[in-house]
């Protein structure tokens, strides 16, 4: 099946600082890619989706200045987290979408996840 | 907007017993249903689907589930469990605003199988 990939899988910052979170699709080719967060105990909350060459779409309540997200080629897409405080401290999850296209609905393949932790 | 309860958090089971988890959602347009996987350490991956026709679907590793569109339901039900299924499991929906792609999921359900 298809394999996506995220680097790094752990990762401590400071508080202030900023940290890069990339999502790979090995063996396929997204278009489309989205970025979840889940809190411990709690459901994946979809934050954007992101779309290859052009500015990714925010769910409500999501502050995109905050998580920069980039998709610059078909296999990649980056989230960075800049400014992180605390309780930005989670664990974030993206995934791809096997094929492209709008309307009709399309498996999306899940990285492993990213463990962010704040200090 | 569209939301997805789960209502076991955690549910212990032995091995060779039924498992059932309840799954409903409230949306009043047309869904698309999902049940997803996270075995430890692992990443989440697809049990099963429903889109349309027969709602008894089947998914892998003797997963079932039962879409009854008159209780907003979309219940997982295994026969004879095993050690192996012992994971997480998320219920999910998508409607067809969005394209159709947007997930929402449940908060999951977490299972042990005991041998």
């Known amino acids: 099946g298809a394999v996506v990939s995220q680097h790094p899988s752990r990762v401590i910052c400071k508080s202030g600082t900023s940290v890069k979170i990339e999502c790979r699709s090995l063996?396929?080719?997204?278009?489309?890619m989205f970025w979840y967060r889940q809190f411990p105990k709690q459901s994946l909350m979809l934050m954007a989706t992101s779309n290859e060459g052009s500015k990714a779409t925010y769910e409500q309540g999501v502050e995109k200045d905050k998580f920069l997200i980039n998709h610059a080629s078909l296999t990649l897409s980056t989230l960075t987290v800049t400014s992180a405080h605390p309780e930005d401290s989670s664990f974030y999850i993206c995934?791809?979408?096997?094929?492209?296209?709008?309307?009709?609905?399309?498996?999306?393949?899940f990285g492993p996840g990213t463990r962010l932790t704040v200090t | 907007a569209q939301s997805v309860s789960q209502h076991n958090h955690h549910v212990i089971l032995s091995e060779a017993a039924s498992l059932e988890l309840g799954c409903n959602y409230s949306y009043g347009g047309t869904v698309n249903l999902f049940w997803y996987v996270q075995y430890p350490g692992q990443h989440l991956q697809l049990l099963l689907k429903?889109?349309?026709?027969?709602?008894l679907v089947k998914g892998i590793k003797g997963f079932e589930a039962e879409f009854i569109k008159s209780k907003f339901s979309f219940n997982l039900r295994k026969p004879s469990v095993q050690w192996s299924d012992t994971a997480e499991y998320f219920c999910?929906?998508?409607?067809?605003?969005?394209?159709?792609?947007?997930?929402?999921f449940g908060t999951g359900t977490q299972l042990k199988v005991e041998l």
């Open positions: 063996d396929f080719q997204a278009t489309t």
């Open positions: 999910a929906v998508t409607t067809l605003t969005g394209g159709g792609n947007k997930l929402t």
């Open positions: 995934s791809a979408k096997y094929m492209p296209g709008t309307g009709a609905w399309h498996e999306q393949y």
């Open positions: 429903y889109f349309s026709g027969d709602p």
